[in-house]
């Protein structure tokens, strides 16, 4: 959005964030749409303030984030092919303003309760100096396994609160861009940060692997992270892949669980593992194929025997892309198996001190004010 000055390029960014057209934000606002777009495109620069407060209400801002430069983030790890529109490249802008808020927020509420939460994965990449190429996202993995307290054969159960516990910072928001499964921030920006995409289309598996992809960037590519770089790395990227799978499934538990089930079909077999590590069939299908326990038809004859049992297809014949396709996560996991939940305690603690109001406590969460209400009001049900 260069050229346009910062009021202008708010409304911009924030009316593609929002999803809405010219017609809509000029209706909510009680403006025409022909001073809406001069508003828009800086060509009317000194509106009046009435009609700044009805697009500021249309948008669901204060006049002040309408009015002033959105902060920034010089670390983060956000990428993709697909930002080609402007009206792409303005949702990538609105995320990351609205990452760089919540940091804001989230470090201050730690500073203000005096909870600050060190980083207990710094360093590894030191030690992986001398570490084959290949070898790499493994041994990351266990590294990472081993600094976090997990037995070699235990399965992550809660991968927020663990990564949450080791002092990595979990936001989850729904956005439309495509293509977006999740970003990371380095601690520079008051991170280290992980950002997931929870839109509906989504599954559970498929966001716990963002995470630990996303947690796989931080570890093994400190060096990667800058807003300026949009454009995918393809061996990163496999890397983070392959790291995530490790982390979630070892090997060696994996190999255990597998032959601990060598009497079900294959279907129950796949979905049995797939529900022990919270991962993807598809996870698991990748990893028998990379140990040798099955070839590339082991696609297609899932896809059969899966149709034959359970009377319905997974809308593909061959091998999927990992990353670019969406759609059936059989017996998948549900929304609560995959909640972030410490900014939202730190939240809790600041009201019950009266460190923070109401009005406040929404602020942070992103939420709205009665929204806000509703959640202190169950709170007291329980301690």
């Known amino acids: 959005m260069a050229g346009l000055g910062p009021m202008a390029a708010n409304i911009r960014r924030l009316r593609y964030g929002r999803g809405l057209t010219q017609d809509q934000v000029a209706g909510l606002a009680g403006i025409s749409r022909i001073a809406f777009r001069d508003i828009e495109t800086g060509k009317t620069r000194h509106p009046r303030v009435t009609t700044l407060q009805g697009i500021a209400g249309a948008l669901d801002v204060g006049l002040q984030e309408l009015m002033s430069e ?15 529109t ?26 203000l309760l005096g909870q600050r ?26 590294h990472a396994r081993h ?15 663990l990564l949450e516990a080791a002092g990595v910072k979990i936001l989850t ?16 920006d008051g991170g280290p940060a992980v950002i997931v995409n929870v839109r509906d289309e989504i599954s559970v598996e498929r966001r716990i692997f963002s995470a630990a992809h996303e947690l796989g960037h931080l570890l093994l590519h400190p060096d990667a992270y800058s807003a300026d770089q949009i454009e995918e790395d393809e061996q990163e990227e496999r890397q983070a892949d392959r790291f995530a799978g490790y982390f979630l499934m070892p090997p060696a538990a994996f190999q255990k669980e597998w032959q601990a089930n060598s009497g079900l079909r294959l279907v129950d077999r796949v979905l049995r593992v797939k529900r022990i590590f919270r991962v993807s069939y598809k996870t698991v299908l990748y990893r028998l194929i990379e140990l040798g326990l099955a070839d590339k038809g082991a696609w297609a004859r899932f896809g059969y025997e899966y149709k034959r049992q359970y009377g319905e297809g997974l809308g593909w014949k061959e091998e999927p892309k990992p990353a670019d396709e969406i759609d059936v996560e059989p017996l998948s996991l549900a ?28 602020e942070i969460l992103g939420v709205d004010l009665q929204s806000m209400r509703d959640r202190i009001a169950s709170w007291e049900f329980a301690a």
């Open 70 to 84: 959105p902060p920034q983030l010089s670390t983060v790890r956000f990428r993709s092919h697909k930002l080609k």
């Open 86 to 111: 402007r009206k792409q490249q303005a949702l990538r802008e609105q995320i990351i303003a609205d990452v760089a808020r919540w940091l804001r927020d989230f470090n201050g509420l730690e500073e």
């Open 117 to 142: 939460r060190p980083y207990g994965l710094d360093g590894p990449a030191d030690e992986l100096s001398s570490t084959r190429s290949a070898d790499l996202p493994r041994c990351a993995a266990e």
């Open 147 to 161: 600094a976090l307290a997990l037995d070699p054969d235990e399965p992550i159960r809660n991968v927020c609160a």
């Open 173 to 188: 928001v729904r956005s439309d861009l495509e293509k977006l499964f999740g970003l990371s921030v380095a601690a520079a």
């Open 335 to 362: 929304r609560p198996d995959f909640m972030e939940g410490r900014l939202s305690r730190l939240v809790r603690e600041a009201l019950d001190q009266e460190s923070i109001s109401v009005s406040r406590a929404a």
